[in-house]
T-cell receptor, first 112, second 120 residues
Framework: SQQGEEDPQALSIQEGENATMNCSYKTSINNLQWYRQNSGRGLVHLIL?????REKHSGRLRVTLDTSKKSSSLLITASRAADTASYFC????????????FGQGTRLTINP | GAGVSQSPSNKVTEKGKDVELRCDPI?????LYWYRQSLGQGLEFLIYFQGNSAPDKSGLPSDRFSAERTGGSVSTLTIQRTQQEDSAVYLC??????????????????FGEGSWLTVV
């Protein structure tokens, strides 16, 4: 079964609003990463948060991690039309394999 | 090259034929991954190569799937006797795995643009 489960599956908001996407996972992790995918092609790494971190910022992105609830959230502030994409969380359970397990993704649409 | 390069970008093949998908990772990256993504779905792990270690093949869906990595660089994913359910985007990725801190810090994984396979 998928380790990461994103919620919601699809989100549509107006430009300028904030977008929040959530990710839940099942097992202990070393880190959690968020990726962005445009048009079903290659993924782009956005941000990584370690298991001993609770919050991380990068530009308009804010990621939180709650290991007690096994959940993470990605907040995009002041959204732009160019933010339209699918967003995936991926968990690294460690063990040396660096095998990321991806969720199903959230399809984000920003309406101009 | 500057990024992970995959070929072909698109491949249409007849059911029962064999296909080969190629991945050229970022120079110097020791780790290479193959993932599969069906339409509108998340990524499914297939196989992972790291240096000279035995590959992690735990994600390969059947014995029709195989992959090799020659000289620690270019990798080829081979699908024999293709079936319609093999239709998907096959994504390759690479990363620079550093000893010691990798399991805690993690390493950014860089993806190629993928090879879109359609089996008709």
């Amino acid at each position: 079964s998928q380790q990461g489960e994103e919620d919601p599956q699809a989100l549509s908001i107006q430009e300028g609003e904030n977008a929040t996407m959530n990710c839940s996972y099942k097992t202990s992790i070393n880190n959690l990463q968020w990726y962005r995918q445009n048009s079903g092609r290659g993924l782009v790494h956005l941000i990584l948060i370690r298991s001993n971190e609770r919050e991380k910022h990068s530009g308009r992105l804010r990621v939180t991690l709650d290991t007690s609830k096994k959940s993470s959230s990605l907040l995009i502030t002041a959204s732009r039309a160019a933010d339209t994409a699918s967003y995936f969380c991926a968990t690294d359970a460690g063990g040396g394999a660096q095998k990321l397990v991806f969720g199903q993704g959230t399809r984000l649409t920003i309406n101009p | 090259g500057a990024g992970v390069s995959q070929s072909p970008s698109n491949k249409v093949t007849e059911k029962g034929k064999d296909v080969e998908l190629r991945c050229d990772p970022i120079s110097g990256h020791t780790a290479l991954y193959w993932y599969r993504q069906s339409l509108g779905q998340g990524l499914e792990f297939l196989i992972y190569f790291q240096g000279n270690s035995a590959p992690d093949k735990s994600g390969l869906p059947s014995d029709r799937f195989s992959a090799e990595r020659t000289g620690g660089s270019v990798s080829t994913l081979t699908i024999q006797r293709t079936q319609q359910e093999d239709s998907a985007v096959y994504l390759c990725a690479s990363s620079l795995v550093t000893r010691g801190s990798a399991s805690v810090s993690g390493n950014t994984i860089y993806f190629g643009e993928g090879s879109w396979l359609t089996v008709v």
